[in-house]
């Protein structure tokens, strides 16, 4: 045998051998407990915590959620465990994290996606005292200008007259949507108004936004443009009537321990449009007149757009006009608790999900 190839037979020998020695393969056991990493969301930081155990049939279960966001409990669709490396899908949510176990079994470097969206994660093991211990501080980018009972306004110099019409108007509608949804806050909400689109597309990062996209909402924040440099598409008032759209975001998300997930977008988006007043009677007109079977969303189809092609196919009117449809015929009620069992039709309307978007396009069509 030549020397060239015995060398090469030895430093392939040595090489399967190293590889043997520094590969591993996780056990189940390895991922079990409190996984802990922050991603990046526009001026956000939140945390994102994965609870994995394992159920009587030996089979691998968890959840994952947001304390930052108030979120929690979301269910994991699979957990996939092969090699070295680790899997986490949540259906629900359009979400997936999968990354590899460290040597030393503390930590799982990967990448998190979120719908369209992709960055770097790392999960580090941690314990429920930890999780309790590292709380990340909650930084404004303006300073706080104004604060009442519910809520904390933070908002430049220049934007200070808008605040007297916006705490009215969130007083009255805090009030009134907590006693229909028959819900409380445990915390004050920020209001956090900027003073551009600009600078509101990048805080939601979502630089490339529509015009009309002018606010978001969490469990106990609202952001919106300011209503005195409200862009091309909006106006005062509409800013006005835009703020109350992301209350009732914001009390939905409080209502629900898995905040918008698993809520059909129609209903999430409806009632927040209906709600705000932002059905009017002149676009109710302009759409229905021209209205065919043909050209109303299925309601599978509102749920899978994306923020832009929802718009773009007039998704909130059409969803609004649903809730108007649910309210005009069964009652408020039946809003608050299909968001709180958004699967459970059979029981709330005696109708099955298809049944009942039926009987609302022959209304619509009538």
């Not at 303006?142 to 108007?169: C, G, P, R």
């Not at 949804?181 to 600078?199: E, R």
């Not at 299925?298 to 832009?308: C, F, I, K, Y």
Request: net charge negative.
């Amino acid at each position: 045998m030549k020397l060239k190839k015995i060398i090469w037979i030895i430093l392939t020998g040595l090489f399967i051998c190293q590889a043997n020695i520094f590969a591993q393969t996780i056990d189940s056991d390895d991922i079990l407990g409190i996984w802990m990493g922050s991603v990046k969301m526009g001026e956000d930081n939140p945390r994102l915590v994965f609870e994995i155990s394992i159920d009587n049939e030996g089979k691998l279960n968890g959840t994952v959620g947001s304390p930052e966001k108030g979120i929690k409990g979301i269910p994991l669709s699979k957990i996939k465990v092969k090699k070295d490396s680790v899997t986490f899908e949540i259906t629900a949510a359009m979400a997936e994290f999968s990354g590899l176990l460290s040597s030393d079994k503390k930590s799982i470097e990967g990448v998190w996606k979120e719908g369209e969206s992709k960055q770097n994660l790392v999960l580090k093991s941690t314990s429920l005292e930890e999780l309790e211990n590292n709380k990340p501080i909650k930084s404004f980018a303006y300073k706080l200008q104004h604060s009442n009972a519910y809520f904390d306004f933070y908002l430049e110099d220049k934007d200070i007259e808008t605040v007297n019409d916006l705490e009215k108007t969130l007083n009255k509608n805090f009030l009134e949507l907590t006693d229909i949804m028959q819900t409380s806050f445990a915390n004050k909400i920020a209001v956090i108004i900027y003073p551009d689109i600009i600078d509101f597309h990048k805080a939601i990062n979502f630089e490339d936004a529509p015009q009309w996209v002018v606010g978001a909402a969490g469990k106990n924040e609202l952001k919106m443009v300011s209503p005195l440099n409200p862009g091309r598409v909006h106006d005062y008032e509409s800013l006005i009537k835009s703020i109350v759209h992301e209350l009732c975001h914001s009390v939905v998300i409080n209502m629900r321990e898995q905040g918008q997930v698993g809520l059909p977008k129609w209903l999430d988006e409806g009632f927040a449009f209906y709600y705000a007043k932002q059905l009017t009677e002149e676009n109710k007109r302009d759409i229905l007149k021209s209205t065919k079977q043909s050209d109303i969303p299925s309601w599978e189809s509102l749920n899978n757009a994306g923020t832009a092609e929802f718009g773009d196919k007039n998704g909130y009117v059409f969803s609004a006009l649903i809730v108007d449809f649910l309210i005009d015929n069964y009652g408020y009620d039946t809003i608050r608790k299909l968001i709180l069992q958004p699967n459970d039709f059979q029981t709330i309307f005696g109708l099955s999900e298809l049944e009942l978007e039926r009987k609302w396009r022959i209304h619509l069509t009538e």
